[in-house]
């Protein structure tokens, strides 16, 4: 009989509760995870006209469904505008981003840099609204542009407090030593603070990826022409609404897309994210982020 | 816990020495004000300059005369507000959403975060929790996309419940029971993550607590009520009051996305009604009207919650 020294607010429960948590936790892995299986399951069946039945498994697998998507260019198109929105988008957001935290991380030493970062601040706490947004894009003429998918959610206060927090952890010494030695305030970020901070960049882009990638409202709001659209939005059509996208006109209802086609788009707009999303766990779990709320 | 606007000790203590006049000061970090400029442009323009577009609020706004041709029509549009049923239903159902979330899908993630703490495996926790979490991570058109292929009138739900005798249902587009559906959405799209605060306050309660009432005899359920629970009952409570701060704020995507299914009786809320009645209607000045009441009673809450916490001992956010 092996004996594991736990202490005793560890001890192993008796079963009866031991087996109600694994029901329960069971149940909910199940809950979180049968959809998901279910829309890659469909997403892989030849459509016969009826349901797949558990959906667990595909039902007649088949590719069909994707390779009409493929065939087509509404998804393909709406995919590259979903890639360069969300790699230019990132690349411009970690860019202002990392300069406002920069740039505001020794706030005692450049003078007005507080009330800049208090102004940031201050945009967590009111929304303008959506009417004033789009009177705003609309006038600096950028409806109907892919900048309207990108400039108005640039920066957010929460990344930039997040990363300056972490700026401002790094020694002073060390950045001290370094300017004596005659580096300059941009050498001192680029070869110091960057390089210091790669897991919290990594992650920052990583959300503002996402939520580039996941833009619904933007598009919707700003973006009326179809052969602009972001995959978000030929989901929204396809899949909410059920209707197809005639790339020429207005939507038509002429051929309504068939549920395996259906859940192949669904499964095209979400691999992005299950790709990246081990990246994502890996740093998160370990509490960076909880850190900068808890400050 | 504060979202810290707090400085590094050394910055509070040691001031410099001589502090030299502000302009040379300014002259020695030209590069950090370069730093900030696309920030601050991008502050400036697309959070403070709409701001000014608020006025439309009190203007009878047309595209065609543009912002100043239009002319001033004082609080009419407020009025005008009062007297639409339909700004009264959505207001109506912002606050039983709003409702139904703090009652339900707020206390949910820490139920769940002190289910999961009571794992002995580590292996198994962290596995459940990286299932959890993923939901966070999708979008609402994705969420929604995988409720309807599921609840949907064509899903395995549907059939359920039609094999068990309850007839022809679609869930997703049965307005009786949509606010049920709102709230089942929320839980499950950030059950996962909102147990990651909950974590954090777990995990700084001192190990010596659950000792101590492991030797005065307290089983399982006694710890997590006696010492678990009280642990991180500043968090909640912290949590909970700014959350009554943001009672207005109900996702614009996830009604927005569901309104045809249900119909706008049903998922009608201030957001939607904004985006309706203006981007879509052109009513400007109504919608603008509305969203500005949404804004000035959105942060006056959220400022009262902050200064309720922080009186009730808890420290505010800000």
């Given amino acids: ?250 939507p038509t209802t002429a051929h309504l897309p068939v549920e395996s086609l259906k859940m192949a788009v669904v499964v095209i707009a979400t691999a992005p994210i299950l790709v990246v999303y081990p990246f994502l766990q890996r740093y998160f779990t370990k509490g960076m982020l909880t850190g900068a709320i808890k400050g | 816990m504060s979202l810290t606007t707090a400085e590094p000790v050394r910055e509070t203590t040691a001031a410099p020495p001589e502090k030299p006049k502000k302009r040379s000061r300014m002259r020695q970090h030209p590069w950090m004000y370069l730093f900030i400029l696309p920030g601050v442009l991008y502050f400036t323009v697309f959070q403070y300059l709409p701001l000014l577009g608020n006025l439309v609020a009190f203007k009878d706004y047309s595209p065609f005369l543009g912002f100043s041709a239009s002319p001033w029509v004082g609080f009419s549009n407020f009025t005008g507000l009062l007297t639409d049923s339909e700004f009264l239903t959505a207001l109506q159902n912002t606050l039983l959403i709003s409702l139904l979330q703090v009652v339900v899908a707020f206390p949910a993630p820490i139920l769940l975060a002190l289910l999961l703490n009571s794992l002995l495996s580590d292996r198994v926790k962290r596995w459940v929790q990286s299932v959890v979490y993923l939901p966070h991570f999708f979008g609402w058109v994705i969420v929604i996309s995988i409720w309807q292929a599921v609840f949907g009138g064509v899903g395995p739900m549907a059939e359920l419940l039609h094999a068990l005798g309850f007839g022809q249902q679609n869930v997703m587009a049965n307005p009786d029971t949509f606010l049920a559906l709102v709230t089942a959405q929320v839980v499950w799209k950030e059950i996962g993550w909102g147990t990651i605060v909950f974590f954090a306050a777990i995990s700084a309660i001192p190990v010596e607590r659950y000792e101590a009432a492991a030797v005065d005899g307290a089983g399982g359920w006694r710890r997590t009520w006696h010492v678990t629970l009280p642990g991180i009952s500043s968090v909640i409570v912290l949590l909970l009051i700014l959350r009554l701060g943001t009672v207005l704020n109900v996702g614009f995507e996830q009604l927005l996305l569901q309104q045809h299914a249900v119909g706008a009786d049903a998922a009608q809320v201030l957001d939607t009604y904004g985006y309706f009645r203006g981007v879509v209607g052109g009513e400007w000045g109504l919608a603008t009207a509305a969203g500005l009441v949404k804004g000035i009673v959105g942060t006056a809450l959220v400022i009262a919650a902050n200064s309720i916490a922080k009186r009730a001992g808890q420290g505010g956010l800000f």
Avoid: C
């Fill in chain 1, 1 to 250: 009989m092996t004996t594991v020294s736990r202490p005793p607010w560890m001890a192993r429960p008796s079963w009866p509760v031991q087996a109600l948590k694994a029901v329960v936790i069971g149940a909910i892995v199940l809950v979180m995870l049968y959809p998901l299986v279910y829309v890659v399951a469909t997403s892989f069946s030849a459509d016969t006209g009826t349901v797949a039945g558990t959906g667990l498994l595909p039902e007649h697998y088949s590719l069909q469904a994707y390779r009409s998507i493929f065939a087509g260019n509404v998804v393909l198109r709406s995919l590259l505008v979903s890639i360069g929105v969300t790699l230019i988008g990132t690349a411009l957001s970690m860019v202002v981003s990392i300069g406002m935290a920069w740039g505001l991380s020794r706030t005692r030493d450049v003078p007005g840099s507080r009330f800049v970062l208090y102004a940031v601040l201050g945009t967590m706490l009111f929304t303008s609204g959506i009417i004033p947004n789009y009177l705003l894009v609309k006038s600096l003429g950028l409806l109907d542009s892919y900048w309207s998918m990108v400039l108005p959610v640039v920066a957010n206060a929460f990344n930039i407090v997040v990363l300056r927090n972490f700026f401002m952890e790094i020694p002073r010494d060390l950045i001290d030593s370094a300017k004596m030695d005659g580096a300059s305030e941009w050498q001192v970020l680029v070869r110091i603070a960057l390089p210091l901070s790669k897991a919290v960049l990594a992650v920052i882009a990583l959300f503002y990826a996402v939520g580039y990638w996941n833009d619904f409202f933007n598009a919707l709001i700003y973006v009326n022409d179809h052969a602009k659209w972001p995959i978000q939005l030929v989901l929204n059509q396809y899949v909410v609404l059920g209707e197809s996208i005639n790339q020429a006109g207005p």
